[in-house]
């Protein structure tokens, strides 16, 4: 008992980094949802348990995962995207040196890894 | 008591079915939610991108329209007769026409470029849109689907554990 109400009071003292304001809101759904699946082979041990772990929290757990990578990713991209395009509407916009589509692409990319080696793998 | 065995069913708490249905219920309210807040603000930002795309057409239709206007100046002082001192026919000077068409030409230049610029970006946009959502379609599958069924299951499994606490119970007060 005591160390159940630890475990809560640590629950409720998490607080997680804000990332971006499309992924925030999927923190605590998530991070609190995913505790409680996981800790049901406390209370519940049987063949249906693991079959409850393998069929819903662990194919939860990888479908939301790659969801949420998926808008971190998108909101890194669409952020470059629009930047790059605001520029373009400056009212000496292509007037100086050219960006190439390669560079274009660069400039999205970069973006993106940046965000995928700053990342925090373990939010989920 | 023995403990737990993979072959028997271990239930430390009754209402273990009855907690997991509702978190899961909540987990798909919310996030479907989220969902919502995510396709919102891509929209927002197609919105965006397509009324940069309109102003940059824009640009570039009224750089034509100068440079349709530039070279009417030029073809006018072109045409225009004009003579030197001693009234003798002579080229005439249309410097500064020629140095507005220039400046006409390169203008139009710089908007078609930015609009091609603004094209390419748009292709990568429908391009990251099209990724997103192949894992969008996932997410909501799950949510849609596979959760809602879960707690089916788990509906199922909790009338069952109830059904086995009351006939325990009809046993015990039978004796």
């Known amino acids: 008992m005591a160390r159940s109400n630890t475990n809560n009071q640590q629950t409720q003292e998490h607080k997680f980094e804000s990332i971006n304001p499309l992924v925030d809101p999927f923190h605590d759904s998530c991070y609190y949802f995913f505790q409680e699946l996981n800790k049901v082979s406390e209370v519940w041990d049987d063949a249906a348990s693991e079959s409850f772990r393998h069929e819903v929290t662990v194919h939860s757990q990888n479908i939301t995962k790659n969801y949420v990578e998926g808008v971190l990713d998108i909101y890194e991209k669409y952020s470059v995207i629009l930047e790059q395009a605001q520029k373009l509407t400056k009212w000496n916009a292509g007037f100086g040196g050219w960006m190439s589509f390669l560079d274009l692409s660069m400039v999205v990319e970069r973006g993106v890894s940046r965000l995928f080696f700053n990342r925090d793998d373990h939010r989920l | ?175």
């Not at chain 2, 273990?16 to 987990?27: N, P, Q, R, V, Y």
């Not at chain 2, 929209?43 to 100068?66: C, G, P, S």
């Not at chain 2, 026919?89 to 140095?99: A, F, L, M, R, Y």
């Not at chain 2, 710089?110 to 959502?133: C, H």
């Open chain 2, 1 to 175: 008591m023995a403990g737990p065995s993979r072959k028997d069913a271990y239930i430390g708490n009754p209402e273990i079915f009855i907690k997991l249905m509702g978190s899961i219920d909540t987990f798909i309210q919310q996030n479907n939610e989220n969902v919502r807040k995510v396709d919102d603000w891509m929209f927002d930002v197609e919105n965006e991108l397509q009324k940069i795309k309109e102003l940059l057409e824009q640009r570039v239709m009224d750089a034509h329209t100068k440079l349709q206007n530039a070279d009417f100046e030029l073809n006018m002082c072109r045409s225009m007769p004009s003579y030197d001192s001693e009234n003798r026919p002579q080229k005439p000077n249309c410097s500064s026409q020629e140095s507005a068409r220039l400046k006409a030409k390169r203008q139009l230049d710089v908007a078609q470029k930015n609009l091609n610029q603004m094209n390419e970006l748009l292709r990568y946009a429908q391009k990251f849109a099209r990724e997103y959502d192949d894992k969008k379609q996932n997410f909501v599958k799950l949510l849609d689907n596979k959760l809602p069924s879960s707690v089916s299951t788990l509906h199922k499994h909790h009338q069952i554990m109830q059904e086995y606490l009351n006939l325990n119970i009809n046993r015990n007060g039978e004796k």
